[in-house]
């Protein structure tokens, strides 16, 4: 018999009360009678709010995604909107995606709110997370609410927040929301819904949305540059499904192949390991479709569409899958390039990444006078800066990870107008007798060529999430001198607040949010960022390392060079 903590203990035994169902009851009773482990698991901590919001495995407990602790959150959600417009109606909308239990949850999630008094949107059925946080600006809503895990597992759910601006929950906002939600009782949920209050909503708010994104994703391909440009998309059984094949078409792309085997929406992701457009082998379908097509751009979405993978053919005419921050500089450039030429530029302007993306955005930026500011990993803080530099215009931004924004109409990252604003580049270069690759090769001789490695280390459980807290410890308390034979100059510790300088001993605050993320600086120009995820049990590792290149044709041999000191500096730190 495996020995269950007190406190443990005590949490299940409150689910054994009336004020849970008699299902929950059950399963309850049979995981403790049969499968111990598990259910310390599901109870051993409560489900918390990271960098993309409550996201776990589907299940009884405290820590997994079920009706109370959805119902929880709402629950606190709606006294807090209640505390925040004492004189209004709040409004909220709801979206969900292709996960199991998603269309079930989010109705339970607009029972609660419409059962304390707030107007509800609910989408029809599944649609892209953009999309939700279009809406939460074009309905005039004062929060809004996505059921999805992104790329996580079959397992998995989650509940993200957005607020009146379309971002997601940030300062004061988070923290006050979240103090509410802890102060609930699972007896105090209002379960019962005001049907009346319930309005479902649909292709009304489609029209709107995807005529926005093909207003903010065409950066200038004429007609017959679209109708030369052959593209394979697949939806890797997500939502995107519902919108991008539409927003192509109204754009003017007619050369558009979906890979069959992924068009429909489907929880269990049945052709992919892993739904991750970031993994190589998610696009394997779409890529072998593209060879069959003989496509120049192949662009696969997460399930949730906020995110995308972009595969273009090389300079050897084969397709290769660009990493995030590779996507990240390629759309920057082009719409700094539109901006420029349409004398938009005026000193006023800026473009966004985060702490853990390429460094060669500041040269971008640089570059055509215009500011990069750099803000933590997660969407969100991105969002932020516009409401935070409401006096400047925001063109674009992203980060390592496949995110993209296309200007500010959506305030999350946006698979939709970045898949189209993805063919757009590549329409133009191939009309200019260029492509999307080459184009990619000129930046990196003008601005030096950056290259970028990421290494997850995938830490389950609660032994798992000890392990990932100690080795951020361990990191703190001896933080390396020296990697791949070069010294250590500089440490953010993003925890800490402080900057330190290796040389002088220097330290210098750090004046944005707290993270637990530690970034080394080496002598040699190279980088690497230790950050645990916020919605995955992950430690990653980011390492970027860069040099000039001399003329086009030296590409090859610089990439394998720097693809060469990456490893080198993974097997340095025992991490391959």
């Known amino acids: 018999m495996i020995y269950i903590e007190p406190k443990i203990l005590d949490r299940i035994n409150s689910w054994l009360t009336p004020v849970f169902d008699e299902e929950t009851q059950a399963t309850i009773k049979d995981s403790i009678a049969n499968n111990p482990k598990d259910i310390q698991e599901s109870f051993y901590k409560d489900l918390e709010f990271g960098t993309g919001g409550m996201r776990g495995i589907m299940g009884v407990g405290t820590?997994?995604?079920?009706?109370?602790?959805?119902?929880?959150?709402t629950q606190g959600l709606s006294d807090y909107l209640h505390q925040s417009f004492p004189d209004e109606t709040p409004k909220a909308v709801i979206a969900y995606d292709c996960r199991h239990n998603s269309k079930t949850l989010a109705k339970v999630v607009a029972d609660v709110f419409s059962a304390n008094g707030i107007e509800v949107y609910l989408f029809e059925d599944l649609r892209p997370t953009p999309e939700l946080s279009f809406a939460v600006k074009h309905l005039n809503c004062h929060c809004g609410i996505v059921l999805t895990a992104s790329h996580n597992p079959p397992e998995y759910n989650g509940y993200k927040v957005y607020w009146q601006d379309g971002g997601q929950l940030v300062p004061p906002h988070d923290n006050g929301v979240i103090n509410v939600i802890n102060a609930v009782d699972y007896a105090?949920?209002?379960?019962?819904?005001?049907?009346g209050l319930i309005h479902y909503i649909g292709k009304d708010i489609d029209d709107v949305f995807i005529n926005a994104s093909v207003t903010n994703g065409c950066v200038g391909a004429t007609q017959e540059a679209k109708d030369n440009l052959n593209i394979v998309f697949t939806s890797l059984h997500g939502t995107s499904i519902t919108a991008v094949p539409e927003t192509l078409k109204r754009a003017g792309y007619k050369n558009v192949h979906i890979v069959k085997e992924q068009e429909a929406p489907d929880g269990d992701f049945p052709t992919v390991e892993s739904p991750n457009p970031e993994e190589p082998a998610a696009l394997k379908m779409a890529l072998e479709l593209a060879d069959k097509v003989n496509a120049d751009i192949v662009i696969g979405t997460d399930p949730d569409c906020d995110r995308l993978g972009v595969a273009v053919r090389n300079s050897e005419n084969k397709l290769q899958l660009l990493n995030g921050n590779q996507t990240m500089v390629m759309m920057t450039d082009f719409l700094l390039k539109k901006w420029k030429s349409e004398g938009k530029i005026k000193g006023s302007e800026f473009i966004a990444t985060t702490i853990v993306s390429t460094p060669m955005l500041n040269k971008l930026a640089a570059s055509y006078n215009v500011d990069n500011k750099v803000v933590?990993?997660?969407f969100k803080w991105i969002a932020k800066l516009i409401k935070d530099y409401n006096e400047l215009d925001f063109i674009g931004g992203g980060e390592e990870s496949f995110g993209y924004m296309v200007g500010d109409f959506v305030r999350d990252k946006d698979a939709v107008?970045?898949?189209l604003l993805a063919c757009e580049?590549?329409?133009?270069?191939k009309s200019e007798g260029s492509s999307f690759y080459e184009e990619l090769i000129k930046l990196y001789a003008e601005h030096g060529c950056y290259k970028e490695k990421l290494i997850s280390l995938t830490k389950k459980g609660i032994e798992g999430a000890q392990e990932i807290k100690q080795m951020?410890?361990?990191a703190r308390e001896n933080p390396l001198k020296t990697v791949n034979g070069s010294k250590v100059v500089k440490i953010e510790d993003y925890d800490l607040s402080v900057a330190k300088n290796m040389v002088t001993g220097e330290e210098i605050p750090i004046d944005i949010p707290k993270s637990n993320v530690i970034i080394y600086y080496i002598e040699d120009g190279s980088k690497v960022a230790l950050r645990p995820s916020g919605t995955e049990p992950k430690i990653k590792f980011y390492v970027t390392v860069n040099t000039p290149l001399n003329s086009i044709s030296d590409f090859k041999n610089t990439e394998a060079q720097l693809d060469e000191k990456a490893e080198a500096i993974l097997k340095d730190m025992?991490?391959?």
Not at 63 to 73: D, F
Not at 425 to 429: F, L, M, Q
């Open 63 to 73: 820590n997994r995604i079920n009706k109370y602790t959805l119902g929880k959150s």
């Open 188 to 195: 105090n949920i209002k379960f019962e819904a005001n049907e």
């Open 376 to 378: 933590l990993t997660g």
């Open 417 to 419: 107008t970045s898949t």
């Open 425 to 429: 580049i590549a329409a133009i270069a």
């Open 472 to 474: 951020m410890i361990d």
């Open 574 to 576: 025992n991490l391959v």
